[in-house]
């Protein structure tokens, strides 16, 4: 595949791979409910520590944001 199918295929696993995280979540949060706020609480933690590292990561073993139309910055502009 190249150009436009590859294009939509990648989005397509990507709905696909987020709604599977989402609902992964949800289980773990339905499951370990136990009438108090701490399971979401933690589960909200873990995911804001988990975002960082995985941007992090992304850019060390790629060199570049995960996203170029989003960075306004003069910093990554040559990247374009």
Same mark, same amino acid.
């Given at each position: 595949?190249?150009?436009?199918?590859?294009?939509?295929?990648? /989005?397509g696993m990507f709905g696909f791979l987020?709604?599977?995280v989402?609902? @992964? /979540?949800g289980v773990w949060i339905g499951a370990s409910h136990d009438?108090?706020?701490?399971?979401l609480?933690?589960? /909200?933690?873990g995911a804001g520590l988990?975002?960082?590292?995985?941007?992090?990561? @992304? /850019?060390?073993?790629?060199?570049?944001?995960?996203v170029l139309g989003m960075m306004s910055t003069t910093r990554w502009s040559h990247l374009r």
């Amino acid at each position: 595949m190249s150009g436009d199918g590859a294009r939509r295929s990648g /989005i397509g696993m990507f709905g696909f791979l987020t709604t599977l995280v989402a609902a @992964g /979540i949800g289980v773990w949060i339905g499951a370990s409910h136990d009438g108090t706020l701490v399971p979401l609480t933690f589960t /909200i933690a873990g995911a804001g520590l988990v975002s960082p590292a995985t941007v992090s990561l @992304g /850019i060390r073993r790629f060199g570049q944001p995960a996203v170029l139309g989003m960075m306004s910055t003069t910093r990554w502009s040559h990247l374009r």
